[in-house]
């Protein structure tokens, strides 16, 4: 069964530069422009295998979002990938600490990011 | 162009134009954190998206932009008109890369000396933060770390391994795969003991222990225990992990380093020695009868005999039970015979042991396979800077042993050396390359020199120079040439870097030609656009293509027309064919397909409607710069920008208005000086609102500058011959100001470079004119000018009259229409050549509209001899135009004519009729 | 379902996820002497890896891949 996985960029390039590459590796994506957009998919039904986050993102950013994530029931354990670049190591930690996964450093390669997919979602 | 480059463009621009809102903001507010926070986040995710292209130029300079206002944000640098000045250049720059890419498909190279002139006109803004990697390589203790990330993992410390007795957990890999291991890494291959001890909490990361350690990258063996005993069922938490995984693996460090760089701290990886899974298991009973055989290994072993120990170990293997010790280590006596037959001490360890079943002591031998492998450290396999392979003279410290990071890093803080020292502060500079030249130092084994290097650095302080750590470090190393890996430093001190490479080829452009040629470093970089064509070109992109609309409005028109044949087909279904309960069904559809066809016109304009921030969003820039330019202070206020009107409104709007604002700000603002001298607050203010009143939108432009004196008006009409002696007397002041949209009329003494275009109000009174739109002026000498744009919220729909003349039909639209009259053609005059009447007591010229189309029919009358006059108004005067008949008003969608009827500027555009034919509407204005 | 319980005994299908876990603790905490069948098993997280290393199990079928059955073996204690 195809994984699903929630991008959540506030950068509609971002977005669809991701979502074809996973698309085109038979992933079913889902995507929101911020956190809160993210959310309320999360409350509304959407129950993907892995979120991929931006940090800074309006409204509600990626760190944020990853504390809320966690505290909503049926999501404790889903993986969580913050999207970084090479200068914010220091977020990637807090990140962590928050309660994601790992992260992805910026800009993105496509087979860099199937395999860090293969790694933390099993079956993918 | 591919769907994600349009996309990243049209992003681009709304990301500039947010860029440069912020920066406008940031002026009034520079201590708004929030307001920072989102400029941060836009250059920040602009940088992010380019780097999915392959557009070098872009990224440098929205990389130093974003470095430097992370420096911003973080209180490291202060926020200056300065920074947003070289901001704002290098997001022109951006934006004119946007442009280039949109045209070209790609970046030209003429761009990448702008672009590393403007980065670096950033960084010098940005005097904190040199380089990410400088400030990890303070950490003098751990010289190798690197930033992690997915390419480059970190490099393990290669200095003074501690001699590490092997894993006691060893022992409980199987024998069989032991030795498989242990002939893996006697050929060669380094083997590794990972121990992977994963956070309690790590469940709550999204992490799964097990998936990680099961794809262990050349996974060997492994084994998973619990970290401490089992709590009752009852009692346990299935989330808390207590797992501890234990790996062996033959893949390099650097490889696992990566596989587990999101859990770094939790594991630990030790390098094997081959001999480290030499380990006999079994059963250790019936010892001493195997005394002869270990005197007679030792015999056959110390006279080379190695085919006598082996046929001897081999018959004993045989005599005995497979699951002792004894047979286990003799198992591994003939392994080690196989592929290591020269290593007697290992043979005899081995013999040795079965004298009382101990197992082999392998630290000393450990120790000596440990000092040679660290003499050929692994090298990181991805290290961020790359160095060039030159020759090099012999220095002092051979350079051949000392591996890529470390000269990368020596090279980083050579650079960081050559930068300028001007404040006392930076000295810390000083300190923190010696550090970490320390690091380095200890890093290669050269603990020789340390004394020397704190000499120079010493020296480096005391004249608060770099001069002496920088000549230290270069006679250490000797290697200049292999230094200038990256333009780091200030290029004034790099005077042999090649700086112009553009020089040499024909400029692309003419753009481009004066970019290469103007820009300078320390003076302002300009790249040829205006601050008000900044937002000109993003202007195109709606985020759903134009034409779409475009045809849906085309259809919506067709539609509307099409409809209307249904009452026609009613009418006939009664008359003609007499079915009248058909008829009436008709009309009754056609009810229903007017009402839907009307909501479907009002939902497709409503698409077309677009706030008036599309054009108002240019001006404080605009303002900000032209202000600046002209010394003069003042503060924009704008109004209701989220008023809307249909796109074309919109658009024809952004010219006129760029002339009003501009011909405020420099005609009407006085200078600060004179504003006090005259009790006026220093800093001027110009409003600019925008407004619906019903059906239109009012646009007012407000400035509190000198207004217009209608007496300077007065005479210069006069002097220009607008107005002659009679008219200067009678005129009245409205009457003078309104003399400025004459054509032909200029109030300024002195053409200046901001508004002197050549484009007066005339212009501008025609564009808006063009669009059904009024403008007027009223102004106050000494306290300020209002000037009023009155715009057609939709210039969608437009009621016409249909008109006819020679047999053919015309449509004039209704709001330029005064009355229909028919007046006898005995009360028709010739005055001065032209025709004219007398309507309710006053004078109208009358024009025939076959003469003002170049028909050459007369205009025909009626059965009792009346002509049909249509009085339209233009301007302030009402002409009356002959026709031949007047006929019913519709509603039209216009359109405008394409082509080269577009240069006929007599017709408005055309629309089709009911009965498919099309009508041509005349543009009354344009006909005089 | 990836885990599915029938009388003693519990069936590990495909790739069982981490809030299995509780599910699985629950049902062994109600049993005296559980037994486990991996023969569809192709993964099985760490969550519930400990959970069965904490109970004294039967394990009537070992699964088919071959890395995953050392695996368990080494981790459930038998060999």
């Not at chain 1, 914010?88 to 910026?106: C, P």
């Not at chain 2, 000396?113 to 403007?118: F, G, I, K, P, V």
């Not at chain 2, 539609?559 to 044949?565: F, I, P, Q, R, Y």
């Amino acid at each position: 069964m195809a994984k699903t996985i929630l991008i959540v960029d506030d950068s509609a390039t971002m977005l669809m530069s991701v979502k074809s590459n996973l698309e085109m590796n038979g992933f079913k994506v889902e995507t929101a422009s911020d956190g809160v957009q993210a959310l309320n998919k999360l409350k509304s039904g959407t129950k993907p295998d892995l979120i991929i986050t931006d940090i800074n993102m309006p409204n509600m950013g990626g760190l944020e979002l990853i504390q809320n994530v966690r505290a909503l029931p049926g999501f404790r354990f889903v993986p969580i990938l913050t999207l970084t670049t090479e200068s914010q190591a220091a977020k990637r930690d807090e990140g962590k600490k928050l309660g994601a996964t790992g992260w992805l450093v910026k800009p993105i390669d496509g087979a860099d990011l199937i395999k860090v997919i293969k790694q933390v979602v099993p079956g993918a | 162009m591919n769907p994600l480059l349009q996309q990243f463009l049209s992003e681009a621009r709304d990301f500039l134009q947010g860029i440069g809102e912020k920066l406008m903001q940031l002026e009034k507010a520079p201590t708004d954190a929030s307001l920072m926070t989102e400029l941060f986040r836009y250059v920040h995710t602009l940088k992010g998206n380019s780097g999915l292209f392959e557009f070098p130029e872009m990224t440098r300079v929205l990389h130093a932009g974003e470095d430097l206002l992370d420096a911003v944000r973080n209180g490291r640098v202060r926020y200056s008109q300065e920074l947003a000045d070289r901001l704002l250049d290098a997001m022109d720059f951006v934006g004119m890369l946007c442009d280039e890419i949109e045209q070209n498909g790609a970046i030209g190279a003429v761009y990448a000396n702008d672009s590393a002139r403007l980065g670096e006109s950033l960084r010098k803004l940005n005097v904190s933060a040199h380089h990410p990697v400088e400030d990890k390589a303070n950490h003098s203790d751990n010289p190798v770390e690197t930033t992690e990330n997915l390419t480059s993992a970190p490099a393990r410390p290669e200095t003074a391994i501690p001699v590490e007795p092997p894993p006691a957990a060893l022992a409980d890999i199987p024998e069989a795969l032991r030795m498989k291991a242990y002939a893996i890494a006697q050929a060669g291959t380094p083997l590794c003991w990972l121990v992977y001890t994963p956070d309690e909490q790590c469940f709550f990361q999204g992490q799964d222990p097990f998936f990680l350690a099961r794809q262990t990258p050349e996974f060997l063996w492994g084994g998973i225990v619990s970290r401490e005993d089992w709590p009752k069922l009852a009692e346990m938490d299935a989330y808390r992990c207590l797992l501890d995984f234990h790996l062996l693996t033959s893949a390099p460090h650097t490889t696992l380093d990566e596989h587990f760089r999101y859990v770094a701290d939790q594991i630990k990886i030790q390098p094997l020695s081959p001999l480290s899974f030499i380990i006999p298991v079994g059963d250790t009973n019936g010892g001493p009868v195997y005394e002869d055989f270990v005197g007679d290994a030792l015999e056959f072993l110390e006279t080379g005999n190695f085919g006598g120990l082996e046929r001897a170990a081999l018959t004993m293997l045989e005599l005995s039970s497979p699951d002792l010790w004894f047979s286990s280590a003799l198992r591994w006596l003939l392994l080690v015979l196989e592929h290591d037959p020269d290593n007697r001490p290992v043979l005899s360890g081995i013999v040795e042991s079965l004298r009382n079943l101990d197992q082999p002591e392998w630290l000393d031998l450990q120790s000596q396979w440990q000092d040679q492998t660290v003499l050929t450290p692994t090298i990181p396999a991805a290290v961020s800077i790359e160095s060039t392979e030159t020759a090099l003279p012999s220095g002092i410290v051979s350079l051949s042993s000392i591996d890529d990071f470390v000269l990368s890093l020596l090279a980083i803080q050579r650079q960081i050396l050559l930068l300028p020292i001007t404040e006392s502060w930076q000295l810390g500079r000083i300190k923190s390359v010696a550090a970490t030249l320390q690091g380095c130092l200890k890093a290669i084994g050269e603990f020789d020199q340390l004394a020397s290097l704190a000499f120079a650095a010493e020296q480096s302080l005391v004249q608060s120079a770099a001069v002496p750590l920088l000549s230290w470090l270069d006679e250490q190393f000797h290697m200049p040439g292999k230094m200038a890996v990256q333009p780091l430093g200030s290029q004034s001190i790099e005077p042999s870097k090649p700086a112009e490479t553009v020089e040499t080829q024909p400029a692309k452009t003419a753009v481009a030609h004066e970019i290469s040629t103007t820009a300078d470093i320390d003076g302002e970089i300009k790249f040829g656009r205006r601050a008000e064509d900044v937002t000109a070109v993003g202007a195109k992109s709606l985020k759903v293509d134009q034409a779409k609309i475009d045809r849906l409005m085309n259809l919506i028109g067709e539609m509307v027309v099409s409809k209307n044949a249904l009452p026609y087909l009613a009418g006939r279904a009664e008359a003609v064919f007499g079915v009248r309960d058909l008829s009436r069904e008709i009309k009754a559809q056609y009810a229903v397909i007017n009402r839907i066809a009307e909501e479907m016109q009002d939902a497709i304009m409503q698409v077309r409607m677009m706030p008036v921030s599309f054009v108002f969003q240019r001006f404080p820039r605009l303002v900000r710069d032209t202000a600046r330019k002209l010394g003069k202070d003042i503060n924009l206020i704008m109004e209701g920008e989220d008023t809307e009107a249909d796109k074309n409104i919109i658009e024809s709007l952004g010219d006129p208005l760029i002339h009003i604002v501009r011909n405020s700000l420099d005609h009407g603002f006085e200078l600060p000086e004179i504003r006090r001298a005259i009790g006026k607050p220093m800093v001027g203010t110009l409003i600019i609102r925008a407004t619906q009143e019903s059906d239109r939108v009012i646009i007012e432009i407000i400035d509190d500058g000198k207004g217009i004196d209608p007496e300077v008006i007065k005479r210069k009409a006069y002097e220009k011959g607008i107005l002659d002696e009679m008219a200067l007397e009678r005129i009245s002041d409205q009457e003078a100001v309104n003399l400025v949209f004459a054509p032909g009329f200029s109030t300024a003494d002195v053409i200046s470079d901001l508004s002197g275009r050549g484009v007066g109000m005339d212009v501008v009174k025609t564009a808006i004119e063009k669009v059904n739109g009024a403008i007027s002026l009223v102004s106050e000498k000494g306290k300020g000018t209002k000037i009023q744009l009155s715009l057609p919220l939709s210039m969608a729909v437009t009621n016409v009259m249909i008109i006819e003349s020679d047999g053919q039909l015309f449509g004039i639209p209704m709001d330029s229409v005064v009355e229909t009259v028919r007046v006898p053609r005995a009360d028709i005059r010739m005055i001065k050549h032209s025709l004219a009447t007398v309507l309710r007591g006053r004078i109208v010229p009358l024009k025939p509209i076959n003469t003002l189309l170049e028909i050459s029919a007369p205009p025909l009358a009626n059965d009792d001899d009346e002509l049909a006059v249509l009085v339209v108004r233009l301007g302030e005067e009402s002409v009356g135009l002959l026709v031949d008949d007047f006929r019913e008003t519709v509603d039209i969608i216009l359109k405008p004519m394409s082509g080269v009827l577009a240069q006929i500027s007599a017709y408005a555009g055309s629309a089709l009729l009911g009965d498919g034919s099309v009508l041509m509407v005349l543009n009354i204005k344009e006909m005089f | 379902m990836t885990i599915e319980f029938k009388k003693n005994q519990v069936f590990f299908k495909n790739e069982v996820g981490v809030e299995e876990a509780e599910l699985l603790l629950e049902w062994l905490q109600k049993k005296t002497a559980p037994k486990a069948d991996f023969s569809a098993c192709t993964h099985l997280h760490a969550a519930n890896l400990q959970v069965l290393m904490a109970t004294t199990l039967t394990i009537t079928a070992w699964p088919v891949d071959e890395t995953l059955t050392v695996w368990l073996q080494s981790a459930l204690g038998v060999s």
